[in-house]
């Protein structure tokens, strides 16, 4: 496979974020794909635990100001972009008020609600509306690559937040030609979620047409992060083991799903990056 664009869709990034394995490894992969020649799009949630002034975001007026209906009310997204030096790595936000805590005049964010500072995600201390936090972030990511015209040969979800991105690549967006051709790769990693997503997660994405056989895994109950991965790997083209500590019942659902399969392997930052694009260029 001839590839020429890469779409990352992470949970997190370093150094947005305290270091974690999936926040440097989405870091260290995006960069190294962008050294090799490769257009690269980087996309990440704007937590309110991120300093915006600290890190320089700003918000990419042209992108910003469409709505996403979700549960049918509408949402505001809102992108922001900031660079990585000197990679010169551009790192693109999705954010709305509502599902991420706005930040204060001075650049640090605070709780809407407790009116404390931040010191964790919304993922894990606001865990009620996690359902509609990830399906606002994978939308918000598609809406806004269709927006910049950019069509990606490869698209690589990270984390459970972007677990629903491959039913949306292959359902929603099966005949929109900047997903069409993709091939959509979801990466692994030793995580959990702080609680499973509330039982109504399978009638908001019937709002964007979903099926009943489309959303069976999700359906009547509260979905935990083995039910997301079931879904992402049913709709996924491939996947990469990145942490060697992955689960054994999420390794088994790979295995049963026969799909083109990249394990761990240690190795410096080269080596990994040419494993992943050996990997890519065999889809």
């Known amino acids: 496979m001839d590839i020429n664009k890469v779409l990352f869709i992470s949970q997190e990034i370093s150094p947005y974020l305290p270091e974690s394995e999936m926040a440097t490894a989405s870091r260290m992969l ?10 690269v799009r980087t ?3 704007k937590y309110g635990f991120i300093n915006e002034r600290r890190n320089q975001l700003h918000e990419v007026i042209r992108l910003s100001g ?3 209906i979700i549960d049918d009310t509408d ?10 030096q000197p990679a010169r790595l551009q790192v693109y936000f999705i954010y709305n008020e509502d599902y991420f805590i ?10 809407t609600v407790k009116r404390e500072r931040v010191k964790d995600l919304e993922i894990n201390t606001h865990v009620d509306d996690n359902d509609e936090r990830s399906i606002f972030y994978v939308r918000g990511v598609l809406e806004t690559v269709k927006k910049l015209r950019w069509i990606p040969s490869i698209i690589q979800c990270s984390g459970w937040v972007a677990a629903l991105a491959p039913l949306y690549i292959k359902k929603y967006y099966s005949d929109d030609p900047s997903y069409r051709d993709a091939k959509v790769v979801l990466s692994l990693f030793d995580e959990t979620m702080a ?7 399978a009638e908001k994405l019937k709002f964007d047409g979903f099926d009943d056989a489309d959303l069976e895994i999700l359906s009547g109950k509260q979905a ?5 991965m079931k879904v992402a790997i049913a709709n996924s083209d491939a996947v990469i083991q990145c942490s060697p500590n992955v689960s054994d019942e999420v390794l088994d659902l790979v295995k049963d799903s026969k799909l083109p399969f990249l394990p761990y392997e240690e190795g410096d930052n080269a080596h990994i990056v040419n494993r992943c694009m050996d990997f890519y260029h065999s889809l």
């Open 43 to 45: 996309f990440m949630p």
């Open 102 to 111: 706005p930040p204060t005049p001075s650049g640090e964010a605070y709780d």
């Open 224 to 228: 935990t992060y083995i039910d997301l």
């Open 30 to 39: 995006a960069q190294g794909v962008q050294e090799k020649g490769v257009e």
């Open 66 to 68: 469409m709505n996403l």
């Open 195 to 201: 609680a499973p997503l509330n039982e109504k997660l």
């Open 75 to 84: 949402h505001p997204l809102v992108i922001k972009v900031a660079t990585l």
